[in-house]
């Protein structure tokens, strides 16, 4: 026993070292609550603690190709058919899709607008489901090293998932609309009506607070991003109304709202940049990340 | 004095736990998941209260935070006040049967689960359920094996 005491007699007592830490604690969680200074500590600390983490999501990455590898080749030719269709027709839409957009691109010069809706995409591919128990997260293999920011708005092909809160050199933190922190500008897409779409915490649904009695929505209403605050970029599907309750004793509208984008389904997702880069270049980083995106349906064909 | 043979095995443990909380599991498993780094830090603080006690549950504790992506400070207040426990009572816990540390250890974790519930509340919207305060009982029952199985780790990395 006389280790223990040998330390006591240079260290602080336990005593005081706990109530000192016990404050740093607490004056961290001040500092990260209220502001994004800890980030560099964060990163660093993740640095750090990145081959734990990295080998800590090789079962699920294991378990997810074994039951993938599970599958039966007719299944697979199944998808494989669905997908070279759905590739067909998504072509033919998206060549008109250019059309209209340098159309609209030349209708808003002539107005005088200058927003920008040409974007830039990256495709992420889904390391891990809710870290902490009870959390509306999911863990990306892209961080700062491919230039992801703090903010950046993540969809996937049905609409929006959510946004980045934390990044580190490989990976990144996304928390999705769901989560009780989460609060995304949209719009009405029938008549432009705005609003904030608020995460609750219980999984596909949101709420739409603070609209009045007198507010035109309807159950069925598409909600768009608005584009407000400028983290999202405009015209992303966010969430469908699921239902309405109108308390004359409220002064709001209390309005349920599920995700469009089903945020438990699929490993792939698209971090955007929104307005970065001319329509020009849009299409050679699609591209470039699209050989990296296609290798499974590749593989798929190559059987 | 302990030798570097004799922190190896203490390391290691540490590693394996904090790879264990990071392992993503799916959904319906995540309440019956034990809180591995609680009891590997209350296993450590048991033995070796000099070298495993409050300072470590606190970088512990942060590592945490940060591979949960969680508000910083959280789980290291928590794990601060946890490893400040151990270490008070650790004689009287090293002369405690199993089964009454089995309880303890229940105790503990649910003062973990706690705190960052009750951190969380604070800070955002939280709800807690019953499934929550599961890995509390979960940890208390697998105490008697993990602690068998760390005093062995423990003293095959003994030189004397």
Redesign the interface.
């Known amino acids: 026993m006389s280790?223990?005491l040998s330390?006591?007699s240079t260290a602080p007592p336990?005593t005081l070292?706990?109530l000192i830490?016990?404050a740093?604690?607490?004056?961290?969680?001040l500092?990260?609550?209220r502001t994004q200074q800890?980030e560099k500590?964060?990163t660093g600390?993740?640095t750090?603690?990145y081959p734990?983490?990295f080998?800590?999501?090789i079962?699920?990455n294991l378990f997810h190709s074994f039951s993938e590898s599970l599958q039966e080749r007719s299944t697979l030719q199944e998808e494989n058919e669905r997908l070279k269709q759905e590739n067909l027709y998504y072509k033919s839409r998206f060549e008109k899709l250019y059309a209209l957009e340098a159309d609209n691109e030349r209708l808003k010069r002539l107005l005088g607008q200058s927003d920008d809706i040409a974007e830039q995409v990256l495709l992420a591919e889904l390391v891990?489901?809710?870290?902490?128990?009870?959390?509306q997260?999911i863990?990306l293999n892209k961080g700062t090293a491919d230039n992801v920011y703090i903010g950046q708005p993540v969809i996937n092909g049905e609409g929006v998932i959510g946004q980045v809160?934390?990044t580190s050199y490989a990976q990144s933190?996304v928390t999705l609309l769901t989560d009780?922190?989460s609060a995304v500008p949209v719009m009405v897409m029938r008549n432009g009506l705005r609003g904030v779409m608020r995460g609750?915490?219980v999984r596909d649904r949101l709420s739409l607070p603070y609209l009045t009695p007198n507010a035109d929505i309807l159950v069925g209403d598409l909600l768009i991003s608005s584009g407000m605050g400028g983290r999202f970029p405009t015209g992303y599907p966010v969430a469908s109304i699921t239902a309405i309750e109108r308390n004359p004793s409220l002064e709001f509208l209390h309005i349920e709202a599920t995700p469009v984008a089903r945020l438990d389904h699929g490993r792939e997702v698209l971090l955007i940049w929104p307005g970065e880069e001319e329509m020009t270049s849009k299409v050679p980083a699609v591209e470039e990340q699209g050989q990296e995106a296609m290798a499974i349906p590749e593989a798929e064909e190559g059987q | 004095m302990l030798s570097v043979l004799g922190s190896f095995p203490l390391f290691l443990t540490v590693l394996i736990a904090l790879f264990l909380t990071g392992v993503s599991l799916p959904e319906q498993f995540v309440p019956y998941w034990p809180d591995w780094i609680v009891l590997v830090l209350i296993y450590w603080g048991m033995a070796y209260p000099g070298r495993v006690s409050v300072f470590s549950g606190w970088l512990l504790g942060l590592l945490v935070d940060v591979m949960h992506g969680s508000l910083l400070g959280q789980n290291a207040l928590a794990l601060t006040l946890i490893s400040y426990t151990v270490n008070v009572l650790h004689l009287r816990m090293r002369m405690s049967p199993l089964l009454q540390q089995s309880f303890f250890i229940m105790f503990l974790v649910a003062v973990h689960l706690g705190i960052t519930a009750w951190i969380r509340g604070m800070t955002g919207v939280f709800v807690v359920t019953p499934m929550y305060w599961m890995p509390a009982i979960i940890s208390g029952v697998i105490w008697p094996v993990l602690f068998v199985m760390l005093r062995d780790v423990r003293r095959s990395g003994m030189t004397r």
């Open positions: 280790k223990p330390r006591m336990v070292r706990v830490l016990v740093a604690s607490i004056a961290l969680m500092v990260d609550n800890l500590l964060r600390l993740h750090l603690v734990v983490i080998l800590s999501t079962p699920g891990e489901v809710s870290l902490e128990p009870y959390t997260q863990v809160v934390h933190i009780p922190d609750t915490g």
